[in-house]
């Protein structure tokens, strides 16, 4: 079985021990049921992955301590692509998921003059390309 992974934004790559964030942490511990000892992997979606285990479990503030840390270079090709808003944000959260899945680096949302809908919820829309980066490794 493959170790879990989860994502970390602004971390200081030089620390050996890190607290996680509440969201993190509950999904560790109460969701999986991970206890103090169990491996899990954090990455900050630019390549940058550590392997970490599990030394204080608790369910607000998981503390993990660093065992090996790697980095991974990207492709040297970088992949834009632009997309109107659709109609129907199912649609447009579906499209967002396979594309970072696939390995599409940047995606432009635009607004075009037959576009319908013009609100672009940013945070909703990253919480989505987290899960799908998170999801396919």
């Not at 206890?35 to 550590?50: P, Q, S």
């Not at 998921?97 to 696939?102: C, G, N, R």
Request: net charge negative; hydrophobic share 35%.
């Amino acid at each position: 079985m493959t170790l879990p992974f989860f994502y970390i934004e602004d971390h200081n790559w030089a620390q050996k021990e890190i607290t996680l964030d509440e969201d993190t942490s509950r999904h560790v511990i109460q969701v999986l049921r991970m206890k103090k000892g169990e491996m899990l992997n954090l990455t900050d979606g630019n390549g940058n992955l550590l392997s970490t285990e599990i030394v204080h479990d608790h369910k607000k503030h998981c503390q993990v301590k660093v065992n090996a840390s790697r980095f991974t270079p990207h492709d040297s090709r970088k992949i834009s692509m632009g997309i109107s808003l659709l109609k129907t944000s199912a649609r447009f959260e579906w499209f967002l998921e396979k594309a970072t899945e696939i390995g599409i680096n940047e995606i432009i949302p635009l607004i075009c003059d037959t576009t319908e809908k013009q609100k672009f919820r940013e945070d909703l829309m990253n919480n989505i390309l987290v899960s799908a980066m998170l999801q396919s490794q």
